[in-house]
């Protein structure tokens, strides 16, 4: 009903006491899984922050082009309109000093929200798809994305570990005990790129994600637009934070990528990320880690 309504949970005129209604976000490990309702919570959190965000950035652009008309800008030529300004009294003064700071918080504020979206949708799930992509898609498909990355990330972070640490023992293969889950196990933050007018935004390890939206709720004294939201995308992306990098979940985790699982156990398979498609074929790596994958299958 809140997004319906268009505003925060705490402004929706269909909850009547907010306290009561709200969800805590889960905690590990005393909770071990993550709920329906939370899940789902989640989902309606990331796609308000996208929703004021982008809302947001279309007004600066509507500004910035009013601005641009008003100084009498145009493709056919160029000018400034001149007005005569009049001298102000010593309150005028103050009124457009004090005047002139709210705007520039008002637009510290947004800026911060925008910041924070970015940083948001380029959470990477570890499952090939961004969290504003997934968050575009609908509630359904923020779930899935929430899901996969608990579900199948911990065996990419073990991959990681695994390379990581096989390295720093002279390639010598370390069981599920022997191995140390680190945060830079859930990927290598790169630099964006730029091609013609356009940034392609790489993929935030989740880890890192938590770092910036924290910083960014630090910087701001007041985001009453998605404060609550940006809390609770924060504290759920810590609990699979901390969950991916449990002792008990890696040891899960490699014996899913090590096909060890006991078959009476309701395993939920190997993950592998291939990124074939149409026109586009199996990478010397990718073809690899497959052809590691079946000739596992196989020998068992």
Known sequence: MADWENVGITKSNSVNTFVNFKIQGPSWPSDKHITISEAFHFAACAKRIGKVATSMKKGNQIRAHAKYVTLGYSDEEQGIEIKVLKRSGENEL????????????????KDLTMEAWRTLACCDGMTGMHCGAAVKQGYDCTVTWLFSAVAFGGQVVVSAAQIRNSKSNRNVILSSDELDLSACDFGVLKENQSHADEIVANPIPIPEVVIRLKKIMEESNNLSDVEIELRYCISMLEYVQKRLLSKEHGIESFKKISLKTEVEDKSIGCFLNLRCGHNNQYSFIEKQKLKSFLLKISDN
């Open 94 to 109: 103050n009124n457009d000093s004090a005047s002139h700071e709210i705007k520039v918080n008002e637009q510290k504020m």
